[in-house]
Structure formats: C-alpha cells, structure tokens
C-alpha cells in the first residue's frame, strides 16, 4: 500500500498563499520522470460536496491509498473528473470508479487521443460545473497540449487546475498528432483573462504567480517561433537540423522531446502560409516573414 498521507498537502490560508475556503487536497502519484516531475499530481477538491481531479497512471497500490485516505476523511467524491486521457493522469479513473462507485467525466472529445482512453460515464457540456464545498468548479475546454484538454476553474477563489497545459517547473509538452500549437496559444491567452489568483498544475509546484507564469510562457513560445523563422531566413532546414542548431547546448537526450516542439511550431507556420514544406525540409513561405 503506497502511503499517500505524507504526500497530502492541505490549502489552507494559514498554509498556503492562497484565499479559498474551499477544501483541496494534493496527491502526488510515484510516477517521477523528465516530462511527469516528481509525479501527477491528484486533486481532492472539496469536502461536501467533492470532485476528484485526474487519479493519475494506473497504479493500484497509489489508487487503493487514496481510496483509503478518502474514507479516513470520510470524503465521499460524487465525480472523477480527468483533464485528459494521456496515460499518467487518466488510467487510474478506472480502478477508482469501481471502488468509489462514481462516474467518470471527461472531455466529449476523448476519443481524439492516441492514447487508449478511459471510456466515460460522461462528457462535460458547455458551461459545465460542479459544487464543491460553497462554490461551484467550472470545465473549459483547453486544447493545445491535447485535444481533449480541459482545464479547471474555481471562480471565487481565483484557483485554476491546468493540468499540463501550464507546469509548475518548465513548459509544457506540445507536440503533433496530438498538440497543436495555435490552439495551444489560444488556450494560454484565455487562462490570462481569467487573472488567477493561484495555479495548480498537474505537475511540479504550485504557482504563485500565475500572470507572470502565463507571460513567460507566451514569451517563451512567441520567441522560439522567431528563432525558427531566423534560422529558416539562411536556407531550407529539416526538423532535425532546427533542433540541433536550437538546442545546441541541450541534453542530446531531450532533443527528441525538442523536436516535438519545433514540429509543432512548424504545423503552426505551414497553416499561416509563413512556411512551406518539401522532401521534409521547410523554408520561408515569403521573405517578408523572416521578421514579420
């Protein structure tokens, strides 16, 4: 049985930078790895009524401490809710439901995933919401990472669960089939409307400061692009040749993960004529884009 206990952190105004009333619970999963942290992160939201918020791989002895823990608190969630299918934050919504006897909700565009999904009892609908203790947490649609990503949004105390779209530490992950980096872009300047007070992520630490958090990470992908089309304004490149030349003083061994990245960038230039493709090698679509 994996003890969860010493893994829980409770929100609490005396514990954390954060202003709700609303109980949330942290659990992180023994999953540690380059694209997962320390681990993904499982969370509790509420006490009466509660949610829980993606329970992570499947790993029963992670899954059964949580059960366990759960009726310790005498915590009964009335839904799992899973902010995507990818294997290190859904799989274990089928090993709880059958413990909890809940249902599990995810997006109606689940079966978008290259992944083996979860199948749900459910699918979130427009404008959907849950009750948790005194407020409501609210579903929006964030694809970018996914194309069933969603993200989590309890208004009042100004929390979002992000899931991978925003990290705690380092960026996320957007890579083709699944990513696509318009939507991606899209989806970080809704998070910025919403003005959070506070960022759980699905991995690494709370953020703190969610606006600055958001900004870098439009930086950060508005100046690769820029670098991309700086490199692509000397000659045709290929995939590979971007990624060495980009990530000359990274790891070698994350240069596969790199090479996501930049292929997701180029989707997004082909689909805004900024490039063109041939034989797997990309160049200025017109001159004129170098700097544009």
């Known amino acids: 049985m994996y003890d969860l206990r010493e893994a829980v952190e409770l929100l609490q105004p005396e514990s954390a930078p954060t202003r709700t009333s609303t109980a949330i619970f942290i659990f992180t999963a023994p999953n540690p790895g380059l694209k997962t942290l320390e681990g993904t992160h499982t969370f509790v939201v509420g006490r009466r009524p509660s949610v829980l918020i993606d329970p992570g791989p499947d790993i ?59 199948e749900p009892d459910f699918t979130f609908g427009p404008q959907q919401e849950f009750p948790v203790d005194e407020e409501a947490l609210r579903v929006f649609e964030t694809p970018g990472h996914s194309p069933d990503h969603v993200a989590f949004w309890l208004d009042e105390s100004g929390i979002l669960f992000s899931g991978d779209t925003i990290l705690g530490r380092g960026t996320s992950l957007v890579a083709p089939p699944e990513g696509d980096m318009i939507d991606y872009m899209k989806t970080l300047q809704h998070m910025r409307t919403l003005e959070p007070y506070l960022i759980a992520p699905g991995h690494g630490p709370l953020v703190n400061d969610p606006l600055a958090k958001i900004d870098a990470y439009i930086k950060h992908r508005r100046e690769r692009e820029e670098q991309i089309l700086a490199k692509l304004a000397s000659r045709p490149m290929s995939v590979e040749e971007l990624v060495a030349d980009l990530y000359a003083d990274v790891d070698t061994h994350l240069h596969d993960l790199a090479a996501g990245s930049v292929a997701a960038q180029l989707q997004k230039l082909l689909i805004e004529d900024r490039v063109k493709e041939s034989a797997a090698r990309y160049e200025l679509a017109n001159e004129n884009y170098a700097s544009a």
């Open 60 to 118: 029963p002895s992670y899954v059964d401490g949580l059960v366990e823990w759960l009726r310790e608190e005498d915590i009964e969630p009335r839904a799992i809710l899973l902010s995507h299918q990818h294997p290190d934050h859904a799989p274990g919504a089928r090993h709880l439901r059958d413990v909890l006897r809940v249902p599990v909700w995810a997006s109606s565009r689940y079966e978008e995933t290259a992944f083996e999904a979860v």
